[in-house]
């Protein structure tokens, strides 16, 4: 079902392409921000997660895109655990991530790292670290 506030379509094939990656549904999140409230990196984020899925269910998906957000949530779940209706809000960072990766934009740059990091780090951490489980 589609649904239409004036002339903005809410269900935009983004958004059901990131419902098929992730497996949750945006809809349900009712704004309470208990996910932000309980979020370890929410002081670092442009986007607040709960204010992520909102516009989400608005359609600005450029604004979630180009928003740091995706890239400093840490997939803790504490989000998960303290969302009322069960939305698993690092899923979502998880599929922004994969969507923005297949565009082309990466946010993070190893170069920008010190040498002693890169060769003291396992590579596996660093992986983890820079893809965030991004296939």
């Known amino acids: 079902m589609k649904i239409k506030i004036g002339v903005k379509d809410l269900r935009s094939e983004f958004i059901d392409l990131i419902q098929r990656i992730t497996g949750e549904e945006i809809a349900?999140?009712?704004q309470c921000g208990n996910c932000?409230?309980?979020?370890?990196?929410a002081f670092a984020m442009d986007i607040a997660p709960?204010?992520?899925?909102?516009l989400l269910q608005l359609g600005h998906e450029e604004t979630v895109l180009d928003a740091n957000s995706m890239w400093i949530c840490v997939s803790c779940l504490q989000c998960y655990s303290r969302c009322p209706k069960n939305v698993d809000i690092s899923r979502i960072?998880?599929?922004?991530?994969?969507m923005s990766l297949r565009k082309g934009i990466d946010k993070v740059e190893i170069k920008q790292l010190p040498v002693d990091i890169l060769s003291d780090?396992?590579?596996q951490a660093l992986v983890a670290g820079f893809r965030k489980l991004v296939n």
Request: contains cysteine; positive net charge.
């Open 28 to 30: 349900l999140c009712y």
């Open 36 to 41: 932000t409230a309980g979020c370890p990196a």
């Open 50 to 54: 709960h204010h992520v899925v909102r």
């Open 93 to 98: 960072m998880e599929g922004l991530r994969q």
């Open 121 to 123: 780090s396992p590579q």
